[in-house]
């Protein structure tokens, strides 16, 4: 009788383990236009799970997406074992959609999907990007004549020669609100601009995965920066090459570093007038450093737009008016700087709405599409 137990339990023990592997193995197919553009399995959402810094058990559905090459996305179709299709506007669920490492995608609301096969169809804007923030830093490196990236992916956008190089990032800037602004004549500076090249910044789009990227020239999955909670990368980025070819490098930056900038003297400014901003200290402490001393490859990060964007929304007069203000210091440098100067201008992600203020992070046009411009002096 003792052995017959000890049989039954051993046999219901060898048919868990059994249905639990049937039940942990699984595939999404993707398909892009008819054709299979890619999977979704158990393991790409652990390898996801595994890389973020915090302790996750679903991954965003546009990580993995964005994994497969899409970018800029329309509608997504979700076909179940059945055959049964339910289709999406995928700016409706982009920001909340996620799945799980058993398979399941959890909508809003409690919308729960089970599909063998997702169709994603791209946003017709996406073929007429051709930019990316990738493409900064072996530009500048190839117009400064310092050698290439040796892990760089972008490529060389600008042909010319400088004798300085100057890259500044707008924090937050939603690519349209500053087309509108400016259609506005609200922007004197970017009016100038003609036109006004739209990128693509890299996902997830918040200021480390981008900074890393545009650094480096080269994707999250290479720079290691896959989210929040990453600081620094280990490949090679523009400042490790111009200063290990001699190059004076400085950074201005405003209230806090939000990515390590190794190699280069770093600027802090913060609201050193108490007029409750920082960006204006930031065009000061800029129009410093090129006065005095022009540096070889300069980086200026102005991030009042962002902070105006979380709280207040990208619709709100706040943001606005950061960026008016942005626009205003921007003629200022632009002024100030030497001939032979190569300036690029540049955001590392959008803003969307949001029920509080707004947000960026999801792969959604307005995250994802940023100005690229770059300018001769």
Known sequence: MLKMKKSIILTSITLLIILTGCQTQWQITLSRQGENAGEISRDTVNVNIENSADEITEVPLG???????????????????????????????GQTATINETGEIWLEGDVTLTPTEITVIPDPLTSAISYSIMDIAPTMADVLGLPELPEAEGKVIFEGKADYGVMILLDGTQYDKLLALTAEGKLPFFEQMDPIQAGLTVFPPITTSSSASFLTGAHPSKTGVYGYGYRTTELTTILDIAAQEGRTVVAVEGTSVPFNLRNAEITMSGDRDGNGYYDDNVMKNSLDVIQSEMPDLMYIHFQEIDDMGHEFGPDSDEYESAIIRVDSFLSEIYNALPEKTLLVIFADHGMHTTADGGNHGTLIASDLIIPIIFLEK
Do not use: A, C, P, R
Request: glycine letters at 6%; a negative charge.
């Open 63 to 93: 990580q993995l997406f964005y994994d497969n090459g899409f970018t800029i996305i329309d509608e997504v179709m979700f076909t179940d074992e059945n055959g049964s299709s339910t289709s999406f506007d995928w700016n409706d669920i």
